[in-house]
């Protein structure tokens, strides 16, 4: 990138802003639900979840800019997946019940109104599509796709355990939790 900064300075052109646009399509653009919601959002971490070798979705996690803190609901956060094939809305609110219990026992009563909860927040979704969580640090959540609110709840440990799935030491996927948090927090 160095020599190109030269080579274009000697032929008269401006380095900079071509460095700039190429710094920008490194990153992607946050989707406009998650700028309304934190406006001076950044991409703290990406990554793909696979199973069996097949892409299932690729998460983004955002946060306002700063170090991310190692409790990590204790900031404003999104929690993006974009889906690369078709999946009933009804089982991702299965397995996430599922994954939340890696955290610990769950009471069968508080999995049941989660599940309920979680299967207004999940349609079915194509290829393409993109399911949002959007976490405060009072513990309210809300959930969107595509962009279009589709439930919400204000209960610290259903965030808690349900950003967890991804951002907790015992997620099952550690892999992607150590790309959706970046350099800064891999413990």
Same mark, same amino acid.
């Given at each position: &990138?160095?020599?190109?900064? +030269?080579l274009? +300075? ?7 802003? @071509?460095?700039?646009?190429? /710094?920008? /399509?490194m990153?992607?653009a ?18 793909e979840f ?10 983004? +996690?955002?946060?306002?800019?700063? #170090? ?22 009804? !089982? ?7 994954? &939340? ?10 999995? !049941?109104?989660?599940? =309920? @909860? &979680? %299967? ?5 979704? !194509? ?20 962009? %279009?609110?589709?439930?919400?709840? /204000? ?5 808690r ?7 907790? #030491?015992s997620?099952?996927?550690? =892999?992607?939790?150590r /790309? ?8």
């Open positions: &990138m160095k020599r190109r900064a +030269l274009l +300075l000697a032929a008269g052109m401006p380095a900079l802003p @071509l460095a700039v646009r190429a /710094q920008a /399509q990153r992607p946050p989707p406009p639900e998650v700028r309304e919601a934190l406006p001076d959002v950044r991409l703290v971490g990406a990554g696979r199973f069996f070798g097949l892409s299932v979705y690729e998460a983004r +996690l955002w946060a306002p800019p700063g #170090p991310l803190d190692p409790d990590y609901l204790r900031q404003p956060l999104a929690l993006e997946l974009r889906y690369a094939r078709t999946l009933k809305g009804e !089982s991702i609110a299965e397995r996430s019940v599922d994954e &939340m219990r890696r955290a610990g026992p769950l009471d069968e009563g508080r999995a !049941s109104e989660w599940l =309920a @909860l &979680m %299967r207004r927040a999940f349609p079915d979704v !194509s290829a393409g599509e993109r399911l949002t969580g959007l976490s405060e640090p009072s513990g309210r959540v809300r959930f969107l796709h595509n962009g %279009r609110p589709t439930a919400e709840t /204000q209960d610290a440990e259903f965030a355990r349900f950003f967890g799935i991804w951002l907790a #030491p997620t099952s996927a550690p =892999a992607l939790r /790309q959706l948090l970046g350099p800064e927090l891999r413990t």
